[in-house]
């Protein structure tokens, strides 16, 4: 198991310069000068402006640039955006904010997800199985922000069982409809891949055996069926957290949660391309994680993937 996960961390090396160098030469190299933006419509001072570039090292070459990057990630150094403050104190703000978001939608829909699945799968061509795909074809058709404001209205202004808007972005209960309205999408995912994959198994071999041996039926659906049939699950899960964060801009913004989707779009208004760059390096670092946790996960469940 050791040289399993050893491999793993190795194999995140290369992906995770890859990606982050990809991003940051398009960062870098869109139309605009953030320095220069400055003074807006008057005319820059040539030293000072000289100056600054130099002190930003915009005026190196954009490898060096990017080794400089670099270097200032192993000391948690995430440069400065051109006001003076620190990109660090941004994500620091910004992301407890979308973590919260984002862990309770992925409770929602793996919770309701898995249960939904798993009673259609069981229960396959009847009227619980078609009423769990009618409901999940439902939801995938409504684009979010539309969601979002059916939401807002039932739930927050004619029920008020909460406010339409949040208020206070680190307060968990205010951020329990955004995040439902974030994890709704993926829950029909969830729900439908759970019920194919138990259907699926439920006519394996192995389950005909187990029923076969008089096993109770608990023990059975536990041990034999979820097993076995969680490991497609378990990668969506894993690789939909990573979206859930970066696909929390459009909700942040219609619910007016202060996280990632808001420093982020402030970072591509104001053209500070170290704000979008620590961003999306911190994205990339998540994914990279999930990934290595979902790699362990199947080892966990099926022990042949170790040695393959």
Known sequence: MGRYVARRLLQMIPVFIG???????????????????????????????????HEYG??????????????????????????GRPVSEILTDAFPVT??????ALLFEMILGLILGVFAGMKRGKIVDRGV?????????????????????????????TTPTVQDSMNMQELVLPGIVLGS?????????????????????????ALAKGLPKRRIVVNH??????????????TDLGALMGGAIVTEGIFNVQGVGGALYQGLVRREGSTVVGIV????????????????????????????
């Open 185 to 209: 999408l993926s829950l029909a995912y969830v729900a439908r891949l759970t019920r194919t994959t138990v259907a699926e198994n439920l006519r394996a071999d192995y389950m005909r055996t």
């Open 19 to 53: 990606t982050t160098f990809l991003i940051f030469v398009m960062v870098r190299t869109l139309p605009g000068d953030p320095i220069r933006a400055l003074w807006g419509d008057k005319a820059p001072d040539p030293a000072q402006l000289a100056a600054l570039r």
């Open 58 to 83: 915009l005026d190196d070459p954009l490898w060096q640039q990017y080794l400089d990057y670099m270097k200032g990630l192993f000391q948690a150094d995430f440069g400065k955006t051109v006001g």
């Open 99 to 104: 973590i919260r978001l984002a862990i309770i």
């Open 281 to 308: 390096t911190c994205l990339v670092f998540v994914y990279l994680a999930m990934s290595l946790i979902i790699d362990l996960l199947y080892a966990v469940l099926d022990p042949r993937i170790r040695y393959a």
């Open 225 to 238: 069926l979820l097993r076995n049939s969680l490991i497609p699950v378990v990668t969506f899960l894993g």
């Open 133 to 161: 795909l009618i409901l999940t074809l439902l939801v995938i058709s409504i684009p979010v922000f539309v969601l979002a404001y059916i939401f807002q209205t039932v739930f927050g202004t004619e029920l008020g069982w």
